[in-house]
């Protein structure tokens, strides 16, 4: 009875415990394998395999070395933290800024200050809008116009990636993400006038319709008054004289008035 009862009790745990394992199986997917700053290229020291549930899904991840060597870096990763295909660029892209830099666009560098850097608040990772102001040929005097609206910003300084305390920062150069075209519309503006960036809201991604500002908008000109008629004075009309003439023909007579 009592090997009976221990045989039983021994293969109900051990079904247990492989019906457990099945639910809980594990696949290895490729983590870092210490804290990876962004703009490095993998290599095979930075990498390593951890232990996964295969019945939670991890869109994007690795299986094999290879994925991932030679890639470089376009966000920071942290050790044992899986990596997943949006943490990585294109391989042969390059390290440092470039290999953030999708294809197809272009990285530009703009020259800025503590005003036009949004007083320090301006991180790698932000979205701005970029004004220009400047006085036009047509000489109708100092206008500001939006030339570039919802531009990624890719590096403020020499910084990469933005800092986790959310510090201030002043920096002398921005540069930021645009098409070939926007590049050449910045470079222009530069050129032109005085660059100011709009810090705006990262999930705000519409584009607005705006004209330019001129100078005269910022005054209230009050319109002129209407030219006053010069006020004239009507007489009162007389009433017309009346004559009497009395006629008198042989012995009629009669009387008419004028």
Not at 22 to 37: E, G, K, S
Not at 181 to 202: C, H, M, P, T, Y
Not at 208 to 237: C, W, Y
């Amino acid at each position: 009875m009592a090997a009976i009862l221990a045989g039983s009790i021994t293969y109900f745990f051990n079904k247990r415990l492989r019906l457990s394992r099945a639910q809980h199986a594990l696949t290895q997917v490729m983590a870092a394998a210490t804290d990876l700053p962004a703009g490095m290229t993998l290599a095979a020291k930075d990498v390593s395999t951890i232990d996964w549930p295969s019945d939670i899904p991890l869109p994007g991840s690795f299986s094999k070395p290879e994925d991932v060597i030679g890639h470089p870096l376009i966000f920071s990763v942290g050790a044992r933290e899986p990596i997943l295909r949006r943490d990585l660029g294109l391989e042969g892209s390059g390290i440092g800024l470039s290999g953030k830099i999708p294809p197809g666009m272009r990285a530009t560098a703009v020259r800025s200050n503590e005003i036009v850097g949004v007083a320090g608040f301006l991180y790698p990772g932000s979205h701005v809008d970029v004004l220009v102001s400047y006085s036009p040929p047509s000489g109708v005097g100092p206008v500001t116009q939006t030339v570039l609206q919802n531009v990624e910003v890719l590096t403020a300084g020499q910084t990469i990636e933005p800092d986790p305390q959310g510090k201030p920062q002043a920096v002398n150069v921005v540069t930021v993400l645009l098409t070939p075209e926007d590049s050449q519309k910045l470079q222009l503006a530069s050129g032109q006038g005085a660059i100011q960036f709009v810090l705006r809201n990262g999930v705000d991604q519409k584009n607005v319709e705006l004209r330019p500002a001129r100078l005269d908008q910022l005054a209230a000109v009050e319109k002129p008054a209407p030219p006053k008629t010069p006020h004239r004075s009507i007489a009162p009309t007389k009433a017309p004289a009346i004559y009497v003439l009395e006629i008198i023909q042989g012995t009629s007579r009669k009387i008419e008035k004028f």
